[in-house]
């Protein structure tokens, strides 16, 4: 018999096969075959890990040897979703892998669904953090993620009686394959107490006394860039108790001190404060904040110091980049180290500091400005109160010079004001680089929002347009239509998306249309199948799928769309025999646990769902759906499946979005607000491709500042809007408690009490809203037409890769070098 060689693909295969059968006998004393499924996705993940490990020693090798400069990601939230799926397709052996796998017997699908979303963030802010990780890998550069273990994530939600319910989303209960703990990386944070003054050898030395500390240790996640070899590191923190229990020396003040430190290490990390875009100024939220920044700080001044000796030139080796105001303490803690630990004088360490941070502005909503009362704050972190009042001190002298006499300035700019420290102040003053993160947001800060600051330091201000990985909300996502992409124009779009393109020319073609229909019809299918198993709804996969996926916030109108609903049924009941096209309306929210009218209005849309989808006299012409927990895993499933992508917020309220983008990825049509990166979306595939109503910023706006907008006008002029809100009160929806949806009611006509009417301008766009919709169903009724529409969606997707993005950011803030890593 003739000996056949073995290929290398084999032998790799073979090895992973051993590796994955070694972990469940090592794991679990059983065979593979014996094992979980859980059991299995441990085993695979391991096996997975020790591919990934190679690479990352060598990647950070590499990073050593050209000792290239290092952008820190600083951020309060990472959402990250599943690891290993995407780590897989991101490897350069997934193929191989893949294969290992079925050889197995396994089913990826059945193991990849096994792990438990990394939920660290709340919504597009941590998802954002998620994509940058994955870009600048895939770009190969230098980059650690560092942010908060916390113990528990994003809140489980449970739809129960069509209320919200939050369950606490215990991630960690099993272990994690696919971290590491750091131990060697320990190192001490102080809360508290109070600071002396030492004067010695002709210098003052500052001594925190009294504190308690809390031992902060991190966790290292690889994050693996496609098909490169290159993998960064998410480091997220845990915080554990210094002092433990010495149960024959103590006296009562040490057991009292001893417990309070404990409690202090447990709660810190506890869990995630579940708020999208609101600040709730709590002072556990200041402690995490500055717990996660001062051991990042500390660790990335001494990996600094490993290999330099002059801290002045820390600039050109770090930078720091703020998401949001969240960890702006980065200003003080790095001017507190390099003068209390490294006894650099004022003037050296704020000429390090200006040039190391950076800051991304997210919101321009006012009640998600951070602002601490200075009570809270400086009790908390009493030398970083002394240095940022000094910052102040110091910037109020600028402002008086550059603008003398004019009060006004230091009230809008000042950082300490009202008895507040303001951290977006604070962030612009010390940070060199502020950038916003859509055209028409960075617009608005420089015009509106931020004025003051662009007219005193116009170098500073810069855009970046979010963007989104394509690798995890496409090729892994979609996987009928990545490799329909990929036959048509091959795989380049993988790395450069912008390629994309290539299918354009496809868009008149008869057969590449009916290819792409089919695949949106399968992945609609597997959403009604996702559907039909969660819900218990049927829906029909030939019905246009409207979706509306996002974090519950007034803004965002996710009540616009469900009135709009309300109202479509009543016309359909007055008009039994009108032309209608069958729509799904889907839905997916979280909200904030303690916000109350956005936890009515999930209520709302689950009554809205239960009356609609029981009539049966209208023949299944509308089905309204709640999907329960929407976070990333599903979300991959839910924009494959979408025909129809809402981004309706009020127009300025939405900095950028990145949803959007990700619908527009997967061939559905924006149906939107000139609002956020809607804007750029709808400047790239052309305003015949989405459905644009409403009112413009500068019309909010103008009202916001002016006044002269009447919701009442409205609901008295406009038969078919009063009808719709009158069913808020007459308990058509609600039987049982006619005034269960009173406040939602009053949110919009404000019969009541002193808040402002309909804040976010719903009444004001309902009929732009309604022809808009009417717009969509004429264009599907053409269904050669909206196929072309959704083809030239995905093909001038490509600006919203978030490769570009970071190329930005590394063109013209963080200025760092590529690395390749040889495996
Ligand atoms: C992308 C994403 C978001 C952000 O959605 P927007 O529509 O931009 O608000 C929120 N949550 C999850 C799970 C996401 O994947």
């Known amino acids: 018999m003739a000996k056949t060689v073995k290929t290398e693909a084999e032998i790799f295969k073979e090895e992973f096969k051993k590796k994955v059968r070694d972990e469940a006998k090592m794991l679990y004393r059983k065979t593979l075959e014996e094992v979980s499924d859980r059991h299995k996705f441990v085993a695979v993940a391991y096996a997975v890990k020790d591919i990934v490990i190679d690479q990352w020693i060598a990647t950070q090798k590499a990073y050593e040897k050209t000792d290239?400069?290092?952008v820190y990601y600083l951020s309060m939230e990472f959402l990250m979703g599943r690891a290993l799926g995407n780590m897989i397709i991101n490897l350069s052996s997934r193929n191989e892998i893949k294969e290992a796998i079925e050889e197995l017997g396994l089913d990826l699908n059945v193991i990849e669904d096994q792990e438990p979303d990394a939920a660290l963030g709340n919504g597009g802010l941590g998802r954002l953090a998620a994509c940058f990780l994955d870009s600048l890998s895939t770009l190969g550069y230098p980059a650690y993620g560092c942010g908060i273990r916390y113990k528990y994530g994003m809140f489980q939600q449970k739809i129960e009686d069509g209320y919200q319910k939050e369950i606490p989303e215990d991630w960690l209960r099993h272990v994690n394959p696919l971290e590491i703990k750091r131990e060697e990386y320990a190192c001490e944070v102080k809360f508290g107490g109070f600071v002396r003054v030492e004067h010695r050898d002709g210098r003052n030395y500052f001594i925190q006394d009294g504190y308690q500390a809390v031992r902060a240790i991190p966790y290292d996640m690889p994050i693996v860039g496609y098909g490169n070899n290159v993998v960064?590191?998410?480091?997220?923190w845990d915080a554990e108790p210094i002092v433990h229990f010495n149960l024959d020396e103590f006296d009562k003040g040490a057991y009292m001190a001893a417990v309070e430190q404990e409690n202090l290490a447990k709660t810190i990390t506890e869990v995630l404060y579940p708020n999208d875009n609101h600040y709730a100024g709590k002072e556990l939220r200041l402690k995490q904040q500055y717990f996660f920044i001062s051991a990042s700080l500390q660790i990335a001044i001494k990996k600094y110091l490993t290999k330099h000796d002059d801290l002045s030139k820390l600039p050109e080796k770090v930078v720091f980049q703020m998401n949001d105001t969240h960890p702006t303490l980065t200003v003080a803690e790095l001017m507190r180290l390099l003068m209390d630990e490294y006894l650099l004088e004022w003037?050296?360490?704020?000429?390090?500091?200006?040039?190391?941070?950076?800051?991304t502005n997210h919101t321009i909503m006012s009640e998600a400005l951070e602002k601490w009362p200075i009570e809270l704050?400086?009790?908390?972190?009493?030398r970083c109160y002394q240095i940022i009042e000094e910052i102040n001190r110091r910037f109020i002298i600028d402002i008086e010079n550059k603008y003398p006499g004019d009060h006004r300035k230091i009230e809008k700019?000042?950082?300490?004001?009202?008895?507040?420290?303001?951290?977006?102040?604070l962030a612009i003053c010390a940070g060199f680089s502020v950038n916003g993160v859509a055209k028409l947001h960075t617009e608005i800060l420089e015009k509106q929002e931020l004025r003051d600051f662009y007219e005193m330091f116009p170098e500073k201000f810069n855009n970046k347009t979010n963007g989104i990985t394509q690798r995890r909300f496409l090729l892994h996502g979609n996987p009928l239509l990545a490799e329909w992409v990929t036959g048509k124009v091959g795989d380049d779009w993988i790395t450069d998306l912008p390629k994309i393109q290539g299918i354009e020319v496809y868009a008149d073609d008869k057969k590449a249309q009916a290819e792409f229909a089919n695949i949106k019809y399968q992945n609609k299918v597997r959403l009604a199948k996702y559907i039909k198993e969660h819900n218990g709804i049927d829906v029909d996969p030939r019905s246009i799928f409207d979706v509306q996926v996002k974090r519950l916030h007034e803004y965002k109108r996710q009540l616009l769309n469900i009135l709009h609903v309300m109202y479509l049924y009543n016309q359909i009941k007055e008009h039994p025999d009108m032309d209608f096209y069958p729509r799904t309306f889907i839905f997916g929210?979280?909200?904030?646990?303690?916000?109350?009218?956005?936890?009515?209005?999930?209520?709302?849309?689950?009554?809205?769902?239960?009356v609609i989808n029981n009539d049966a006299s209208i023949n299944g012409k509308i089905k309204v759906v709640f999907i329960e927990n929407y976070r990333v895993s599903n979300a991959e499933i839910i924009f494959a499946a979408a025909d129809v992508s809402e981004q309706i917020s009020t127009a300025s309220k939405e900095a950028s979005g990145t949803g959007n983008m990700k619908f527009m990825l997967n061939g559905a049509l924006t149906l939107g607000t000139m609002d956020g990166a809607n804007v750029e979306i709808v400047e790239e595939v052309g305003i015949d491709n989405a459905f644009i109503f409403g009112l413009s910023s500068d019309e909010v706006i103008n009202y916001e500042n002016n006044g002269g907008y009447d919701p009442m006008q409205i609901f008295n002029?406009?038969?078919?809007?009063?009808?719709?809100?009158?069913?808020?009160?007459?308990?058509?929806?609600?039987?049982?408690?006619?005034?269960?949806?009173?406040?939602?009611y009053n949110s919009l006509l404000n019969t009541q009490s002193t808040d402002k009417a309909d804040r976010y301008f719903i009444l004001k766009d309902f009929?732009?809203?309604?022809?808009?919709?009417?717009?969509?169903?004429?264009?599907?009724?053409?269904?050669?037409?909206?196929?072309?529409?959704?083809?030239?969606?995905?093909?001038?997707?490509?600006?919203?890769?978030?490769?570009?993005?970071?190329?930005?950011?590394?063109?013209?803030?963080?200025h760092l070098e590529k690395v390749k890593v040889d495996m």
């Open 717 to 744: 002029e406009d038969m078919d809007i009063r009808k719709v809100l009158m069913q808020l009160i007459n308990g058509f929806y609600s039987p049982d408690d006619p005034e269960r949806f009173r406040d939602i």
């Open 767 to 814: 009929r732009s809203y309604a022809e808009a919709q009417k717009r969509v169903e004429e264009a599907y009724k053409d269904q050669e037409g909206w196929v072309k529409k959704a083809m030239l969606n995905v093909a001038h997707v490509g600006k919203f890769t978030s490769d570009r993005t970071i190329q930005e950011y590394v063109d013209d803030i963080w």
């Open 589 to 610: 929210a979280k909200a904030a646990a303690g916000y109350k009218i956005a936890k009515l209005t999930i209520k709302l849309i689950n009554s809205v769902a239960d």
């Open 413 to 425: 700019m000042a950082i300490i004001y009202d008895g507040q420290v303001k951290m977006a102040n």
């Open 377 to 382: 704050f400086s009790r908390l972190l009493p």
């Open 68 to 70: 290239a400069k290092t």
């Open 232 to 236: 960064n590191t998410l480091r997220i």
């Open 347 to 359: 003037d050296e360490a704020w000429a390090i500091t200006s040039k190391c941070c950076a800051y």
